[in-house]
Antibody, heavy 119, light 107 residues
Framework: EVQLVESGGGLVKPGGSLRLSCAAS????????MSWVRQAPGKGLEWIGR??????????NYAAPVKGRFTISRDDSENTLYLQMNSLQTEDTAVYYC??????????WGQGILVTVSS | DIQMTQSPSTLSASVGDRVTITCRAS??????FAWYQQKPGKAPKLLIY???TLESGVPSRFSGSGSGTEFTLTISSLQPDDFATYYC?????????FGGGTKVEIK
């Protein structure tokens, strides 16, 4: 069974940094493309970015609102996906989900982790 | 960027009703299109990918259709478990984008 468990969320001040982790199990993480998606309170889903597998160059792509501030990385030896978030703004407040990016759709999702940016 | 516009934003229906949700893309998407269901406080769940392929385990009352810029999610007979918010998504080009969501409420 695919399991994705996010951690590392919490309260951070504007301008601060936070790193989210997504621990993966139940599938071959090395072969997987992965994405991060967020959802602001009461709002819809917003794709943040994607990282391809190592054999595809571990290429990353980001949405415009986070490009240059957020970095997606992965540690295949630990089956873990990361989201480094810098220069956080109040509008980054959201539940953050990691998802397996099956190239056809986002087929499995974590339970989500809340990030609150507030002074 | 490809904008995804869902309609309606809210839909009131009764158990047993046939329900249709529409998603329009601002430009043509070959077949890289999916539907998700989300219940309050839960992660989204994949229902349909490549326009019309049902994800494993999803009831057959759900179906997807469409092409080009207009796509449809149909629930043939609404069940109590189906009251939720539904999102469309294109994964044809970056940035990957979602529709604004359609909340299906109990009438």
């Amino acid at each position: 069974e695919v399991q994705l468990v996010e951690s590392g969320g919490g309260l951070v001040k504007p301008g601060g940094s936070l790193r989210l982790s997504c621990a993966a199990s139940g599938f071959t993480f090395t072969n997987a493309w992965m994405s991060w998606v967020r959802q602001a309170p009461g709002k819809g889903l917003e794709w943040i970015g994607r990282i391809l597998r190592k054999t595809d160059g571990e290429t990353t792509n980001y949405a415009a609102p986070v490009k240059g501030r957020f970095t997606i990385s992965r540690d295949d030896s630990e089956n873990t996906l990361y989201l480094q978030m810098n220069s956080l703004q109040t509008e980054d407040t959201a539940v953050y989900y990691c998802a397996t990016d099956g190239q056809l759709a986002f087929d499995s999702w974590g339970q989500g982790i809340l990030v609150t940016v507030s002074s | 960027d490809i904008q995804m516009t869902q309609s309606p934003s809210t839909l009131s229906a009764s158990v047993g009703d046939r329900v249709t949700i529409t998603c329009r893309a601002s430009q043509s998407i070959p077949r890289w299109f999916a539907w998700y269901q989300q219940k309050p406080g839960k992660a989204p769940k994949l229902l349909i990918y490549q326009v019309s392929t049902l994800e494993s385990g999803v009831p057959s009352r759900f179906s997807g259709s469409g092409s080009g810029t207009e796509f449809t999610l149909t629930i043939s007979s609404l069940q109590p478990d189906d009251f939720a918010t539904y999102y469309c998504q294109q994964y044809n080009s970056y940035p990957l984008t979602f529709g604004g969501g359609t909340k299906v409420e109990i009438k």
